[in-house]
């Protein structure tokens, strides 16, 4: 389905890409104008539609900031949140809103940097805006921007461009037929590229050559999973399960769920069914009773992606399911395997600046 309406909509990708190039443009000539911020600004983002890592790789910059005594401020969209506008999402004592609220991957990143800020909004002006009028007494030290390569409307002091190894980066086609938000020439506005995802099938070599020859620095990348965590009844995570391997189904709404299912297999679950939707798209209560059914059936666990359950977790038709049967999801981290140091410079730089 998906794949048809590609078909159609192709020629309309040369309109897209003119329109990028027009954008860019005019920028470029300062026609459009770029505001710069109170203090620093990271700013990560891909040139690509779809799951690239660029989540975790937030997770692992406001961890080095952290880890520095820096306090980061995080300013994301929110995809397919329930709010509009500028919305505080954590004032790095509390969280304030919710998964749907929030966004899903927003929500996470909160939790799981409980001493960090981090704002909802569309306009990533504004949202750097109500930071510096909300922490007056106490303002953060940097703000790191979530998906914001062609957000050019704020200045940034430091442009990191994500690269998924296992998608095929440098032969994609423009919006809508591929996953190309603007031409591929444009990566050469990063100051620094992170290739990630990769693995044995995908060792990123020709993405690295290529940005490599422009003179973009790169950091190379791989996710590393977790042990998978169980939901409690109420929604809530309890412990880590060391053990849990066999069958499972797997639930994710996500931009590239086969690579969820890789990862189950490489960790010694059983995927023998799945519930897929789109990126960020809910499941329906009729879907998950489906499931539930299924799984007690089979003697099986239900396993989700980490981002899965920061969406669902208050849902009662989700913890409908977590009481009837086990259910678990899975975090992942980053690891860095070449280039830590080059990273490391680059964000210290940044506050220096």
């Avoid at 004592?93 to 749907?100: D, K, T």
């Avoid at 990769?198 to 290529?210: A, W």
């Avoid at 791989?222 to 053990?243: C, F, Q």
């Amino acid at each position: 389905m998906i794949d048809t309406l590609r078909q159609l909509l192709a020629p309309l990708s040369p309109f897209y890409g003119a329109a990028a190039e027009i954008r860019n443009l005019l920028f470029d000539k300062g026609i459009l104008t770029s505001t710069k911020a109170a203090i620093p600004v990271v700013s990560i983002g891909n040139i690509t539609a779809g799951g690239s890592g660029k989540t975790p790789l937030v997770d692992l910059v406001v961890k080095q900031y952290l880890s520095m005594g820096i306090t980061p401020a995080v300013i994301a969209r929110g995809y397919k949140r329930s709010t509009s506008g500028v919305q505080l999402v954590s004032d790095g004592r509390a969280i304030l809103l919710q998964g749907r609220e929030a966004g899903d991957e927003t929500w996470m990143l909160a939790r799981m940097n409980p001493e960090a800020i981090v704002v909802v909004a569309e306009k990533r002006v504004a949202g750097a805006s109500f930071i510096m009028q909300h922490f007056t007494a106490s303002p953060p030290k940097v703000i790191v921007l979530d998906d914001a390569f062609q957000h050019r409307q704020i200045q940034r002091d430091l442009d990191i461009l994500v690269v998924n190894a296992a998608a095929p980066f440098l032969d994609e086609l423009m919006l809508p037929t591929g996953n190309l938000r603007e031409p591929l020439h444009n990566v050469t506005r990063a100051d620094l590229a992170v290739v990630t995802k990769i693995s044995p099938r995908h060792d990123g070599s020709r993405h690295i050559r290529y940005l490599e020859q422009l003179g973009i620095p790169v950091v190379s990348t791989r996710l590393k999973p977790g042990y998978p965590v169980r939901i409690e009844p109420d929604g809530s995570p309890g412990r880590n399960d060391r053990s849990l391997t066999g069958k499972v189904y797997a639930l994710a709404g996500i931009g590239q769920p086969e690579n969820f299912l890789e990862t189950l297999r490489e960790t010694g679950m059983e995927p023998i069914g799945s519930v897929f939707t789109g990126d960020h798209e809910p499941f329906g209560a009729s879907e998950l009773s489906t499931l539930t059914l299924k799984a007690k059936k089979e003697g099986a666990a239900i396993i989700m992606t980490e981002k899965d359950y920061s969406r669902m977790h208050d849902d009662l038709p989700f913890r409908d399911m977590a009481a009837e049967c086990r259910c678990y999801y899975l975090p992942v981290t980053m690891d860095i395997t070449s280039g830590a140091d080059l990273l490391q410079r680059n964000l210290e730089q940044v506050l220096r600046q």
